[in-house]
């Protein structure tokens, strides 16, 4: 076999010009300089984006598992922006996709096909496609008020029973209204910030079986990077979910304790000030608790992703 024997600077060339290709291959980091995360809304851009929801619950007793699987499409429409910077939001959920299989059946619902879902829950879910709101948020992402909901609500209402119509008054009442949206929109820090700087939100929600459910998230700036010609953030997150569990749930005198928590990444490109994608994955234990001391538990896991589909400039 024949051998090469090269220079020693030959060789040092060499490897730097391979150390130099495969730099070039990857995602080129930004100065460690201090940016400002901003939403950036102009008046008649549209964003399409893509939710995917995947939730997974162990049931007790032997039952096979419960996996709940869900794609929703929405495009969000800037209407206007005041000079304040505020910008009214409509959005439409333009398609959606279910899927259930657990211990009760499979259940499937796609909106394209124009079927209608036999699942009470699934049919209350599918009168959302092809309905719109709008509301208004602020440059950070706070949104400060939601209209055109009744609308929505109203075609929810006529899909479900009469006995249980009513409680859509309650479930979605305006402050209600407000942080369901605000789950939609990511609150960014009012001041500059540089990788390693944290800053936290908050939001509650109400249910049926665990009471006022909180969610305090901390986000992490990790990197500032140069991704296809665009300035991208990338975000870590951790959080929990605080229940304040009534002391027996309705109807049966049993006690519930939650046990939960949240990691997940975002990446937000600075230069049209949107997100790009992100990944959220909730581990949750619920344990219920009888009068005899006799408990059963119920680990759940639910993975949310966002993903761009198509970007729309105004002007």
Not at 77 to 106: C, F, K, Y
């Amino acid at each position: 076999m024949r051998t090469f024997d090269f220079h020693p600077e030959i060789r040092r060339s060499s490897l730097f010009a391979i150390w130099t290709i495969l730099a070039m291959s990857t995602p080129a980091p930004v100065s460690a300089q201090e940016i400002m995360l901003k939403w950036g809304f102009q008046e008649g851009s549209q964003v399409v984006m893509q939710m995917t929801n995947r939730m997974e619950m162990l049931m007790p007793g032997g039952f096979s598992s419960q996996v709940m699987d869900q794609t929703v499409r929405m495009r969000q429409t800037v209407q206007s922006v005041d000079l304040s910077g505020d910008a009214t939001l409509m959005v439409t959920t333009e398609h959606m996709r279910m899927e259930g299989i657990g211990p009760a059946g499979n259940q499937l619902y796609d909106s394209d096909t124009g079927d209608i879902p036999s699942d009470p829950a699934i049919l209350g879910a599918a009168a959302m496609v092809g309905q719109s709101y709008s509301m208004v948020v602020q440059p950070d992402g706070t949104v400060k008020s939601v209209q055109g909901i009744e609308e929505l609500v109203e075609a929810m209402r006529t899909s479900f029973p009469p006995e249980v119509a009513p409680m859509l008054d309650e479930m979605f009442n305006a402050d209600i209204l407000i942080e369901i949206a605000q789950q939609g929109m990511q609150i960014l820090p009012t001041d500059p910030i540089s990788p390693g700087d944290s800053w936290q939100t908050s939001f509650t929600m109400p249910n049926p079986l665990l009471g006022e459910v909180t969610n305090n998230l901390t986000f992490v700036l990790d990197q500032v990077e140069e991704r296809d010609g665009k300035t991208v953030a990338l975000l870590s997150s951790t959080g929990e979910i605080v229940a304040d569990a009534p002391d027996g749930l309705e109807g049966l005198p049993m006690e519930m304790d939650v046990d939960a928590e949240m990691t997940g990444s975002l990446i937000f490109e600075l230069d049209r000030g949107l997100v790009l994608s992100s990944i959220t994955t909730n581990e949750m234990t619920m344990t219920m608790s009888g009068p005899d001391g006799a408990s059963m538990t119920m680990p759940m896991t639910t993975v949310t992703s966002l993903e761009l589909l198509e970007y729309i400039p105004g002007g």
